[in-house]
């Protein structure tokens, strides 16, 4: 089992900054990626950023080169920067590690103000 504990969302005006913090712990040596995704109110699920064990990154093209994608092993956390976030931001943003399934953290909302 893979407990994350998601942190550091918030309210922020258009072109602010975020650091969404993603806290793993339990089972996490066999962990292969994590990743963040954000659901927005009436909209599914979407994936934003992952990162792999090898450090490999994937970002959705609404975020390339506003938002980075980061982890600490030796805290095991990743972090999503966020910067020059816009509106269209706004959502639930969920980390998720993948093994062999795949595990959720609760939440945390991001609310970007125009």
């Known amino acids: 089992q893979v407990q994350l504990v998601e942190s550091g969302g918030g309210r922020v005006p258009a072109g602010g900054s975020l650091r969404l913090s993603c806290a793993a712990s339990?089972?996490?040596?066999?962990?292969?990626?994590m990743g963040w995704y954000r659901q927005a109110p009436g909209k599914q699920r979407e994936l934003v950023a992952t990162i792999t064990n090898s450090g490999s990154t994937n970002y959705a093209g609404s975020v390339k080169g506003r938002f980075t994608i980061s982890r600490d092993s030796t805290k095991n956390t990743v972090y999503l920067q966020m910067n020059s976030l816009k509106p269209d931001d706004t959502g639930v943003y969920y980390c998720n590690a993948v093994q062999y399934r795949t595990y959720w953290g609760q939440g945390t909302q991001v609310t970007v103000s125009s």
């Open positions: 339990g089972s996490i040596l066999s962990i292969n990626a």
